[in-house]
């Protein structure tokens, strides 16, 4: 199958019909085209039965080839196709998220799948003191695969203790928010598909500000732990915080970063060289959230590169300023748009229905 | 298509296994073959894509003909046709609602549509500071369309500030609920489908009685204003309500009103000369809410017209006494089991699924 | 059609792929087998439309043959034939209850069918004082089978009141859980099939341990009274309980026990003489739980027959010790794990869809 067979299965219309109406549109062809190629099933297929519970649960080359099966989602209507036809999802929400569940499910049903839905810790039952180990070996019989939000940092390894089938971790504590990052990186591959490439025209490498804290920020974690893969494509990293250390202990060794990165906490200085701004509003502390900073705001008047791009994984609170929605700075709602079409992806190699995919090569 | 073929599609022993057990028995067959013709695809197409948030977004030819289909809807088993498989329907109720979600994932499930649900406004993250437009410019992503019912009268707006798909309005604080007025018409239109000829011989014209404050009961206004569509079959209207000015700032222009309008705060004197009576439980009043006044309590002894027929949103409390549950003035359990076949032929029609039905015309 | 045809439907890797990873593991074939025969179509045809609120709506051949099918649904992927395609099933737990809830939900699911959600009472709308009543009435429009949990022991009965819909009681109060006896049983009548023959070889037949409380605890008393039908294979029932009378008002003729019956407080001596020991974790008292006391808790080192079975309906709390999980007395996986395709059958039945099935003789 070559370049020319994958583009078939590019249909405008569908693509038009589902770009967010404010700020940047993303284009999902350019990553399909980049690849000369369709998505690679050697790569895609060893994700069968696999579990993502944190980063280093995906190789470059599998992060790159989910997100051009997730570009040919996005292109298509795969619903025809009934690719999880009677597959069960469980998504246990122990700590609720509205955005992230829907997200999932979404991504289940548009594929034909059915959901099994915790969709929060209060309902489940007299017997609060049941272990998560007990709940995943229950989950064993009930479903195909686990998605788990939970407060706590260990909950992750507590409930693959007892569960036999593919989990993914949908956010654990300050721990990791795996599939956060790979929605992340699918928004900036799409927006610049040379980023994908194994050497980046300098010219076109990235300067990246994080504004947050990776130490007790997961969704800011997970994406800095995801962007070591794509070191080629960043010039450098800015680290704007509070904190004096703002990667916290687990992230205790920034040389692994393999870029140039700088710490500080004053923004204005450093705002106008920066070409992708990633931000979050809420920090766990201990037991408890705190906001970003009234210092570390964004808007309109801001003093933004004007082809800046600034990404969020929502939900947002004064942080970021509305006034962005309708600039072309605004590349979180194109961000947004794209995570359901990648958790697609993620579940169909997963759970082995590549096969019924006419886009995925060697299936 | 002729009125025979459409009759074709009724299914007796699919009514009779759909009636309702106690009080009175609404056949949907009257209504279909009222129209000598199939529901009208014209109209009906005519509701593609449209948003339904309160009574002015559906005209009264666009009320019948929904009737009319939801009848054939009632009179057959549609879930063979598969309309709305591949569709995604969002019940999003940050008010709780069992009554009114089940009726519309009920609708959605018998079509083979799937449904994402938010089942209270509890589950809805850490970030509570989201914004309602933020979550309509999510929810762009995670499905075809959306149901939503806030205790917030604003929230209807603010959502769909950020939503480009379609939207109905399950409920907004004291605003409006306009789906329940179309179940509520589809009830007196089975009852009597000559309600619904342009011209009404005076002797089956009703005097409609409505116990309760539109001002502040929000499915009362609904019904009250969806009954300005068929003024040709009100011979008069009494409103008996404890409060000097029932119809409140939502309806300050009685004017509007096509019939003859009596205020009244005394039941006893009207009661014998209702052919309809429409009751509810609770106003919102501020931010909470207030039970219906003892005096006004129908039971099995109070002094009815003998054919006078009782409706009722419900959930009732005690205004409503269950020994009136089988007698024939109870239209309030065939009311409230016409909701899911009403909310089917908006559904299918909002969705654009009419071809799927054998029985539209043109479609 | 024959013991060997019946055989054509177990597939092995169906069987291992499903099969618990710690404790006892239980083929279903054995039990397929047993009956020389594919389970009876006249016996479970009979099943067609019918409630089952309390033990007595089951007779003994029905628990076999329920248990003979579910032994089929086990040893096959029976999703392919999709048994439920359009029949929307209701689980209302006004009770919160994850792993019954989810246990009921997986079943439909797998079958094809849909669900209709109540997770929890506190999703019921402002009207708090709908009576049950009101609420059967309402789920005759909106479902096909209705689910229910509920706290209060009354509730089944003021339920169905209103309901015209087959019924599954999944536990109110401290009445009964049916269905989770026809679990436990499926699980005994696979690890022992001759159990289920009318006569037992008296070296065969077990000595039965309950440590609780059946008067208070409504699992403990379902699984009791199931045991009934089951007398030939029990040589004698031993209730260790910290009460005087642990039968309660609920079981207030332990002459209905065709078996010997011995009550004790003291686990210590009665222990090593016991095959099957059947422990829960909670007892209602009044309005409130209370835990199994400290002295009734089992180990690795408990002193117990080589052979003994554990059993728990689960969740478990301190009193069944994770030490035991990887050894041979644990049943307790085995038995959870068998739960769906118990109710997978038990659905089947109930919504006359036995005919999908390959395997029901006369179907």
New interface residues.
């Given amino acids: 199958m070559t370049a020319l067979d994958v583009m078939r299965f590019v249909e405008p219309e569908v693509i038009a019909r ?1 770009t ?3 700020g940047v549109k993303l284009d999902p062809s350019g990553l399909i085209e980049r690849g000369r190629r369709p998505p690679a099933g050697p790569v895609l297929h060893g994700l069968a039965g696999r579990s993502i519970a944190e980063h280093g649960d995906l190789s470059r080359p599998e992060v790159i080839e989910l997100c051009r099966l997730a570009s040919l989602m996005e292109a298509n ?1 795969v ?2 196709h009934h690719p999880l036809d ?1 597959k ?1 999802v ?1 998504t246990a ?1 122990f ?5 992230t ?3 999932f ?2 991504a289940v ?2 594929l ?1 799948g ?1 959901v ?5 810790g ?6 609060k ?3 998560l ?3 995943g ?2 989950f ?4 195909d695969l686990v998605v788990m939000r939970h407060p706590e940092t260990e909950a992750a390894q507590e409930l693959t203790d007892g569960l ?1 089938l593919p989990f993914i971790n949908a956010g654990n504590g300050s721990g990791e928010h795996p599939t956060q990052a790979l929605v992340d990186w699918f928004a900036l591959l799409k927006w610049r598909p040379e980023l994908a490439d194994p050497t980046v025209d300098p010219e076109r490498r990235i300067h990246l500000g994080i504004i947050g804290t990776p130490g007790n920020m997961r969704a800011v974690k997970s994406f800095l732990l995801r962007s070591i893969d794509f070191a080629p494509a960043i010039r450098k990293l800015t680290v704007i915080s509070e904190m004096a250390d703002p990667f916290g202990a687990g992230l205790n060794d920034p040389e692994r970063l393999d870029f140039e990165v700088e710490i500080t906490n004053e923004m204005a200085p450093v705002l106008p060289e920066l070409d992708v701004i990633y931000m979050n ?2 920090a766990l502390l201990g037991d408890s ?1 705190q906001l970003l900073g009234e210092q570390y705001r964004l808007h309109a008047q801001s003093t933004l590169k004007p082809s800046a791009v600034i990404m969020h994984p ?5 942080e970021l300023d ?1 006034s962005l929605d309708e600039t072309q700075h605004n590349l979180y ?1 194109a961000q ?5 079409y990648l958790r697609q992806a993620l579940l169909s190699a997963i759970l082995q229905r590549l096969d019924r995919l006419p886009f995925v090569e060697g299936a």
């Fill in positions: 589902r967010n109406s404010r209507d619903a025809i009677g069960v469980i929400f700590e609720a998220s509205t955005r569940r829907l997200s499910e979404s049903l548009r034909d059915k099994l839905s915790v969709p929060d209060r309902t489940t039952g007299t017997a003191g049941e272990s180990s007990d709940i070996e229950m064993n019989s009930y479903g036999d509003s809420i959230y929502l939900a947002r609170r004064d509305t709602f947004a748009a794209g995570a359901t």
